[in-house]
């Protein structure tokens, strides 16, 4: 299938999940309403729930799938294996410690981009570490296990704040919002991680050739004049920043970037480059339909999305492994 | 005269009770407070564990009352003019709510009954019922002197417990309440300040007089029984008197803390199950 016209198709669906998403909620609103609100029009009361609750639980649900599917095929491709994702390489650990940090010390109530730009810099922090370890010249298994040491470490400081918490209520409030969840965000949220997720989706689109060459190997990569330490901090800072942006919004969604490239490589021939954007469309297609489904799963409180996104995304993470596993043998 | 007075009257009755803010409550302080000091008519809804006897204290009244999800939506459709809200948690959904003009009350959970009082009067008078709130400040009051007049002339020495091995020591409800009863807490004894945990080496060393223990019988609530499974805290629980109370009476403390002392103090004097 052609890139373009898997993008377009992709984008279709994408469209009939917004509008799925506009009509769902605690009020029961026909499309009659749901198109008069969405122009100020009506009672009041829609206009509010269908302009200030859905339309940005919406516009999040694309930004979070977005950067969570675009840092997916980006990564994979930089590090050549179908196993990276933002979670593997320690960003959403790093990133969720900031947050974390930020809403420990009540900076977060204070100043509302306290939480954002704690996150994006222990996010980019981790990263910084992770290259420094395993940046230059080093192997795609030092860049992995380097991954799985940070993301440890900042799961262990984020351990550590809860067990010194000295509020019981600050710790089951840090726990849910760890879970992740597109509840009641306000464009607020939206305004506030959309100019990172756009800055860091421009950075990693912009790597996808380096990315098609590199599928030929890192010499021969580095011999048709690919620099291959500009390519991965390119890589890996438009990661740090579109995951640390979303993480702040939405908290933790995990496995999107691992189950959407994969799923979506076989239609584009395998080509790194051409990935990108119909991962970030197939991200965002994800998170708005594991949305949805959370806002129709009965429960007395709702589910969180990032329990369901790893509900769903962590048996397919052993079985891609089974399966490699397997063609290997 | 008479009947132009008293038509005039009922109406100004009538128009005040309009004009009253309709409140919808989304957290456990919030059901407490809403649930007792307001007519049905002015309740958009509680929360969704209001209706959960074994935590809330208006669990009765919630069954006829809507129950809200803790979801800016749900509670722009129930009509709320004013939201009760926990001081921790669901973040998102205040900062939205008062983003669209709902203003929103944060209550505390209170950990003494001076700070109950204040809670109670402060989100009376807000929600426009501040002589509801006056007149169960002053019930608790009077029950508070009842209390104190039978308190034993000892205190006896009483450990209080989660099942996860958690107690509370000076500054916190459970203490407010233990003391009100007439009871001496074993962690306050020992110098706890706050909530904590007070270990079973501790509780070994310095055996109390009996048990004031709670959540104890919320299967699905305590996913951390640690100290309950225990065989050295099982035997002591099986030896001492144990007063098992009821976890709804200081889930969120405020001003059900008196039915929690009193229920001590009943149970004291009946010596406690062991």
């Known amino acids: 299938m052609r890139p373009a016209f898997l993008s377009a198709l992709l984008g279709a669906i994408l469209s009939l999940l917004v509008l799925a998403s506009l009509h769902l909620g605690a009020a029961a609103l026909d499309s009659a309403d749901i198109l008069a609100a969405l122009v100020g029009q009506g009672d009041p009361r829609m206009v509010t729930i269908v302009q200030e609750i859905r339309l940005p639980r919406a516009l999040l649900g694309i930004l979070v799938g977005c950067a969570l599917g675009l840092s997916g095929a980006a990564l994979q491709g930089l590090l050549r294996n179908p196993l990276a994702d933002p979670g593997i390489i320690g960003t959403s650990a790093s ?157 933790s969604v995990g496995f999107v970037g691992l189950v959407v490239p994969h799923l979506l490589r076989p239609w584009v021939r395998h080509r790194p480059s051409a990935l990108l954007l119909p991962s970030a469309l197939g991200g965002a297609i994800l998170v708005l339909a594991a949305d949805l489904a959370v806002r129709l799963i009965p429960a007395r409180s709702e589910l969180m999305l990032g329990v369901l996104t790893s509900l769903v995304g962590a048996p397919f993470f052993l079985a891609l492994i089974l399966k490699m596993r397997w063609s290997r043998s | 005269m008479r009947r132009l007075i008293l038509v005039l009257a009922v109406m100004a009755v009538a128009a005040s009770a309009a004009a009253a803010p309709r409140v919808a409550s989304i957290g456990l302080c919030g059901d407490q407070i809403v649930g007792a000091l307001l007519d049905q008519s002015r309740i958009a809804g509680l929360s969704h564990q209001a209706d959960d006897p074994a935590l809330s204290v208006v669990a009765a009244r919630a069954r006829n009352l809507p129950l809200l999800p803790a979801s800016a939506e749900a509670v722009l459709m129930a009509g709320a003019d004013v939201v009760v809200a926990n001081r921790f948690g669901d973040t ?56 104190r007049r039978s308190a034993p002339k000892v205190p006896p020495l009483v450990a209080y417990y989660r099942p996860d091995g958690g107690s509370a020591g000076t500054g916190t409800s459970v203490n407010a309440a233990l003391e009100a009863a007439g009871m001496e807490s074993l962690a306050t004894r020992l110098g706890m300040r706050g909530w904590g945990r007070l270990d079973l080496e501790t509780l070994v060393m310095n055996p109390p007089q009996a048990f004031a223990i709670s959540f104890f019988g919320i299967g699905p609530y305590s996913a951390r029984r640690s100290f309950a499974r225990h065989p050295v805290a099982r035997h002591m629980l099986a030896t001492l008197p144990v007063i098992e109370v009821p976890a709804q009476l200081w889930s969120c403390g405020g001003w059900p803390l008196i039915e929690a002392a009193e229920f001590l103090s009943r149970h004291h004097h009946r010596g406690g199950e062991p």
Do not use: H
């Open chain 1, 95 to 251: 990133a969720g410690f900031g947050a974390v940090v930020a809403l420990y010390f009540g900076w977060a109530l204070v100043f509302p981009w306290a939480l954002p730009l704690s996150a994006m810099t222990c996010a980019a922090g981790g990263t910084l570490l992770l290259l420094a370890v395993a940046g230059r010249d080093s192997g795609t298994l030092t860049l992995i296990l380097s991954g799985i040491a940070i993301s440890s470490l900042a799961v262990a400081l984020t351990s550590l704040a809860m067990n010194l918490s000295p509020n019981p209520f600050a710790l089951s409030e840090i726990v849910l919002w760890l879970l992740g969840s597109l509840k009641d965000r306000s464009l607020d949220d939206v305004v506030l991680s959309a100019p990172f997720v756009l800055g860091g989706g421009v950075l990693m689109m912009a790597a996808g050739r380096g990315l098609d060459v590199l599928t030929l190997g890192e010499e021969a990569a580095a011999s048709l004049g690919v620099s291959l330490r500009r390519l991965r901090l390119q890589v890996v800072i438009g990661g740090a920043l579109a995951v640390g942006a979303v993480v702040a919004a939405a908290g």
């Open chain 2, 92 to 147: 998102k959904t205040v900062n939205l709510l008062q983003k669209l003009g709902v203003p929103v009350l944060r209550v505390d959970s209170a950990e003494s009954f001076d700070q109950a009082r204040d809670i109670l009067l402060r989100t009376g008078d807000r929600l426009e019922s501040a002589a509801a709130a006056r007149l169960l400040a002053q019930q608790v009051e009077n029950r508070l002197t009842v209390l």
